[in-house]
């Protein structure tokens, strides 16, 4: 409950914005799509799209997050697509189809 968005978000009725449960998901999917190169740290993962993405219930303070993601085909030319879902328990809270792109770092 101390975090700014929930008390921020919607004054008194405080829920974790949907933004930030996207955010999350495609945070997680960028590990996974990291996790098939030998030197990930030479990479960085840029968001490109969201489609369908629905929320069931409410996120609340106090609520644990589960996050599941799986790439829908393998990674192509530094582009991944992947479907994600959220619960918190056994509920599905969030589900979503995310596109990102790995690129790697200008050497400096």
């Given amino acids: 409950m101390n975090e700014q968005f929930f008390t921020g978000h919607f004054p008194g009725n405080p829920v974790m914005p949907g933004v930030l449960q996207i955010e999350a998901m495609a945070q997680v999917g960028g590990i996974l799509a990291l996790n098939s190169y030998s030197d990930p740290e030479n990479y960085d993962t840029y968001f490109l799209k969201m489609d369908k993405v629905k929320f069931k219930q409410k996120v609340v303070p106090g609520d644990t997050l589960v996050i599941n993601m799986e790439l829908s085909s393998p990674v ?16 599905l809270v969030t589900e979503a189809e995310l596109v990102a792109q790995l690129v790697r770092k200008e050497k400096k």
Avoid at 76 to 91: D, L
């Fill in 76 to 91: 192509r030319r530094g582009i991944f697509e992947m479907k994600g879902t959220a619960y918190v328990g056994n509920k």
